[in-house]
């Protein structure tokens, strides 16, 4: 049998199309392209209207482009929307959501020997849903996700991801450090760890599990682990332990993602953030007092509602004062069920579409600032694979410094460099990326 999997959103549903393909894999199914297969997954996102809107359109063109094959849906938009898809797109037969991931490559077998047969699985389990494992029968990649925890209680006005992933559960620390171990015994030398907010893992599990920062302290101290980074944080949870952490903990990069969301502390109070700018400017400076060279990146909105110019404003100097590396920014939509979504003073269009033009301007001179910053400079590039082969001249190839900045370079012979750590000097600066050249060996 032959899957094909699609996957929109966050590293939480990359790391959970991972598993399923890897699951599929083991079970003797095949990956095909998407015209091919017997079995299309797509696994969707929510957190904002225009990833929902795409799935449809998917869910239209693959009705045209393979008609036979069982479509699945997975991911938010599958938990949001649910058996509702069925009416909608009937040759939709299996929905499932981010908790039921487990379930799905035997229900698709099912699915596969029952053409009648149509699945739903929309539960929230009341712990964290474990999975088979199943990385160490394969070769792995040089980079893993791992996840530690599914769900999230913070509410935040805008956020659809506690109504889609459920409330948190924070997975068994000892499971976690299994399956990184594993995935090290398979070639992995660097791992991600994930959730929604990993900075309060281990809260909602009281006295019987450890919490983040000697979750961290376990995962660094696993031989062979060469990098460890983690996301997503939130800043009202990020404690003096992780910040130490970073100053401490050899393999933890460099690299932090903290989503700031808005400057403006009317704002941040509607959004229900739980946090300053003034307590988010402290931690900051706290970070970088424990580790100078740390690189920041951060998740910023536009037009939430109520948002006028001068809170904006404050948006654009709060991000001069943090000095971000660069930042993913949206424009605020409305999704079903969150506080915002009835929230009056809604911001026009036009408004939000000039404010975001308007921010990722600055956002380009930071991140240029940021890459300026490696002109000259010595780094050790964790190679994640070739940028492209040159008829059998030395490849050029592709991988992120510690602060995970991306870093091309090439090659002075023909070894497959994938997974090691090579020193490359900066030559040259480009707009998302630095070019350079590799530092003569041995290494
Ligand atoms: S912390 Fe807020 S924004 Fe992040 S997933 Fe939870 S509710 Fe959503």
Redesign the pocket.
Known sequence: MKYHIKTFGCQMNVCDSDWLAQALYIRGWEPAAEEEADAILVNTCSVREKPEQKVYSQLGRLKRSNPGAVVGVGGCVAQQVGERFWERFPHVRLVFGPDAVPSVPESLERLAADPGLRISLLDFCGSYPERERVWSLTQQPAQRFVTIMQG?????A??I??FTRGRQRSRDSSEVLRECQELVGSGVREITLLG??VNSYGRDRGEEEIGFADLLERVCSIPGLMRVRFT?S?PKDLDGEVIDAFARLEALCPALHL?LQAGSDRILQRMG?KYTRQGYFRLVEELRAARPDIVLSTDLMVGFPSETEEDFQQTLDAMQRSGFDSSFSFKYSDRPGTRAANMPDKVGEAVKADRLERLQALQEELTARSLGSLQGETVTVLVEGADSRNNGSPASWRGREPGGRVVNFSGTDNRDLTGSLVPVRVREVKKHSVYGEVVNEPW
């Open positions: 999230c209680d913070n509410f935040c805008y956020c991801v506690p929604q907010n997503t939130h989503p953030r």
